[in-house]
Each structure stands twice: as C-alpha cells, then as structure tokens.
C-alpha cells in the first residue's frame, strides 16, 4: 500500500484546513486508517483513526470537537477535516493504514506510512 498525504500549509489560529491521503495498492475499504502528528522535538502522536466501514471514528482528546476525520472509499481517500487550529496543531501530520480491524492509538499498530504534510499554525 502506498499513502500520500497532502493538502498541508501555513494557516492562522483560529482557521481550517483539509488534508487528505491517497492509497493505491491496495482495496482501500480492506484498510483501518488514522492520522498521526509529529511535532520538532517531539515523538509521533495519535491524532484519530476511522474504521474500514467509515461507521466509528476515534480522535485523541486534544482535537476532538475541532477535527474530523472521513473517508471515501471510492476514491481511495482518507479525509482530516481540521477547524478552530491552533498553535499547538502545527506539526507534520501522517496517515497510516492497517489491515487489522482494530483501530490503534499506537504506531505500531499500523504497517503502512505516508510521508507527511506540514500544517502550521501561526499568525
């Protein structure tokens, strides 16, 4: 499976922004999916993953309420919907897929990266 994230760039706090990642591979309904965040200096951190039926999503509590995270899996698409950012979401921002049905909070949990996409969040 391949990912590529994109859609990352300088907004100011308070704004949106929409990432999204493309599989190819790989049968993308097969696939639970998350995104991650990275920060400088910082280890990778959960940011939310959505089930291979799109029905249950779970987001870390430091952006639940502000981001939301779909998918459309006929374009093989993992959508972040990101509002109400602030300075503490500027990091590089990762998808990752499994084929397990669980749906991780670790990193480990998943086989397959994307390469990332820096959001930042700055006036």
């Known amino acids: 499976v391949q990912l590529q994230a994109s859609g990352g760039g300088l907004v100011s706090p308070g704004g949106s922004l929409r990432l999204s990642c493309a599989a190819t591979?790989?049968?993308?309904?097969?696939?639970?999916a998350g995104w991650f965040r990275q920060a400088p200096g910082k280890e990778r951190e959960f940011v939310g993953v959505?089930?291979?039926?799109?029905?249950?999503?779970v987001y870390a509590d430091s952006v639940k309420g502000r981001f939301t995270i779909s998918r459309d899996d006929a374009k093989n698409l993992l959508i972040l919907q990101m509002n109400s950012l602030k300075p503490t979401d500027t990091a590089k921002y990762f998808c990752?897929?499994?084929?397990?049905?669980?749906?991780?909070?670790?990193?480990?949990?998943?086989?397959?990266w994307g390469k990332g996409t820096l959001v930042t969040v700055s006036s």
């Open positions: 990752a897929a499994t084929h397990r049905n669980s749906a991780s909070r670790t990193t480990s949990g998943y086989e397959w």
């Open positions: 591979g790989r049968t993308f309904s097969d696939l639970t």
């Open positions: 959505i089930s291979k039926n799109g029905v249950t999503t």
